[in-house]
Structure formats: structure tokens, C-alpha cells
């Protein structure tokens, strides 16, 4: 994607962005999106073909950057200056959520917040089980790894949601030691 396309895209999900801050997804209309982005009706579906689409690239952008810079270990956006990284993928995400690039706080806990919390839950799955479950996994074997992934990342995205609603009152480092204190006994 050359440049002038990445500007459009990035205004594109700007626009979809304060919008979504605003009113619901559902009542969002693909006008009121290109307006915001100062952009054509014919551009908007050179990138998106429905605003379906649009939500989806959103939230693969947004998610798939947060949950693969947690996963990758060298990744650190300056958050570790002067400190090492982090022992757990649980504290470096939680890291990255704080930083809030793209106000991803704001979308997952804005009107339309079931929506991001069900793509934030299925991106947080393949990581939990990547670098969790699989290598960690100890004592109740008979659970299905199935279902502790998706429960391990239920309560994750819970405890987001009340971080959030707290104001953010705890360190990444303590949530991450609450957390792993309740999951790691699962496993």
C-alpha cells in the first residue's frame, strides 16, 4: 500500500473512530464516515466494500498490533527505557492498553463496546494459548485446552473492562500479578 492510500485509510478509521466515540456502531452511516475523512464515496469503497468491513480492518489493526507486540518480546515501544521487560505477555498487553494508542480504551468501553470486546476475546485467544496454556500448562490436563483458553481470556477481558471503569487505579504490574493469581492455580 503506498502512502497516499495508508493517509486515506488512516483518516478512514480516524473518522470511524470519533464517530464510534459519539453514537453506535449501528446507527454509523458509511456518509457520516466519509464526510468525517474528508473523503469520496468511490474511495471509501476502494479500501471497504460496507462498514462491516470497515470494523473488521479497525479492529484487525488495532488488536493485531497490540496483541503481536505483546507476543513479540522485542517489540517494546519504549515502554521498558531503563528497566527490563516484562516476565509475563499478560503485563506487556496490559502495557500496550495503557499507552491507549488509537483511543482503544475508548472503543472498548464505548456504546458499541460488544463489538470490539468480541474481537479483542478472539484475537486474545491464539496468544493465550501460544504463549500461556501450551507452555504452561501443569495440573488439570483433563480440562479441555479449548476451554481454559477461552476462559482464561473471558476473565482477561473482564478485568480490562473493570480497570478501565476504575479509572485505571492499578499498575499494569499489579493487575498482571492479580491475574496470573487467579489463572496460574488452573493451570
Known sequence: MDRRQQKTRTAIFSAFGSLLAEKSYSKITVQEIIDKANVGRTTFY??????????????????????????????????????????????????????????????????????????????????????????????NKDIPQDFLVNHISGSFVEMVLWWIKARMKQTPEELDRYFRAVIEPVL
Do not use: M, W
Open 46 to 139: 476502494a479500501h471497504f466494500e460496507t462498514k462491516d468491513d470497515l470494523l473488521k480492518a479497525l479492529c484487525e489493526e488495532l488488536f493485531g498490533h497490540i496483541i503481536g507486540s505483546a507476543a513479540d518480546c522485542t517489540h517494546t515501544h519504549g515502554l521498558y527505557a531503563g528497566e527490563g521487560q516484562p516476565t509475563s505477555v499478560f503485563c506487556h498487553l496490559l502495557q500496550h492498553l495503557q499507552e491507549n494508542d488509537n483511543n482503544i480504551l475508548g472503543l472498548l468501553s464505548c456504546e458499541s463496546s460488544e463489538i470490539f470486546l468480541r474481537y479483542f476475546k478472539d484475537s486474545l485467544n491464539a496468544l493465550i494459548k501460544d504463549q500461556f496454556v501450551s507452555q504452561n500448562r501443569k495440573t
